[in-house]
């Protein structure tokens, strides 16, 4: 029998372990979703798995669950980034939901020189993050950074850290198999902006050496649908699916 309600917490868990609740946390348990004394409650803490745990203190403005079993192990993502430049607020927490979802360990909105939104807001952004881990059943939260450029990004770019540049002027190179020879390694994928990537950025993108140009067909996506298209590309021949 395991709970139906899963919640993220910041707290350590383990076999009999007490876990206090914030005001939202018990207003969700106790006013949206009814939840009394001994109801279940499914948590994760990004660290520990999940834990199936009881309600055993509920009230208006606080309460505590008590850890009872662990039902799943921690399993983490493959080392996988996402680096997307900032498009609509919609579209961008779209982007952010799916890279959760669909298993990316950490998610960095880049600046590029064609970057529509100059500002984000982490803290939104990561708690999107959080509940699409708690929707779809993981027991790990990718970490959302703050906007960064991409050419600084470059700059300092781990040596072995490969790169699937998603390029819209590249059709007809689907992901190579000479990308097996780094499924071990860690990874990023690089979606651009509406406006595309600048000739400069092409050309740096072109010429580093961790890059894997990939064409996502004969259309040109919107950067959403291409942020989804190139992760379950990757997902399906490099990752954990
Ligand atoms: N510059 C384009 C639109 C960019 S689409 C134009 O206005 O014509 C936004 C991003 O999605 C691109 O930068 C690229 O990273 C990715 N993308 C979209 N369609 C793609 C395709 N067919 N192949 C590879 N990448 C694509």
Redesign the pocket.
């Known amino acids: 029998m395991s709970a139906k309600i899963r919640l993220y917490v910041e707290h350590p868990l383990g076999a009999g372990q007490s876990i206090p609740l914030e005001k939202e946390q018990a207003h969700y348990l106790f006013g949206v979703m009814r939840q009394r004394l001994g109801g279940a409650v499914a948590l994760f803490n990004g660290v520990d798995g999940e834990w199936q745990a009881e309600v055993s203190e509920a009230g208006k403005r606080g309460g505590s669950l008590t850890c009872v079993a662990q039902s799943k192990p921690l399993q983490m993502p493959p080392d996988l980034w996402l680096l997307f430049a900032p498009i609509k607020k919609a579209r961008t927490d779209f982007i952010v939901e799916k890279a959760a979802e669909m298993g990316a360990m950490r998610i960095l909105p880049v600046g590029t020189d064609y970057t529509n939104s100059e500002r984000i807001r982490q803290d939104r952004l990561q708690a999107h993050a959080v509940e699409a881990a708690e929707q779809c059943g993981g027991t790990y939260v990718p970490q959302v950074d703050e906007l960064q450029k991409l050419a600084r990004l470059l700059d300092c770019w781990p040596a072995e850290r490969q790169l699937m540049f998603?390029?819209?002027a590249?059709v007809g190179n689907a992901l190579q198999l000479a990308a097996q020879e780094h499924k071990d390694a860690p990874w990023a994928i690089?979606?651009?902006?509406?406006?595309?990537?600048s000739s400069a950025e092409r050309k740096r993108l072109h010429g580093l050496p961790q890059s894997h140009v990939?064409?996502?067909?004969?259309?040109?996506?919107?950067?959403d649908t291409?942020a989804v298209a190139a992760m379950t590309l990757w997902q399906q021949s490099l990752g954990d699916w």
């Open positions: 998603c390029d819209e590249e690089l979606i651009g902006p509406e406006g595309g990537f990939v064409s996502l067909g004969p259309r040109i996506l919107r950067a291409a």
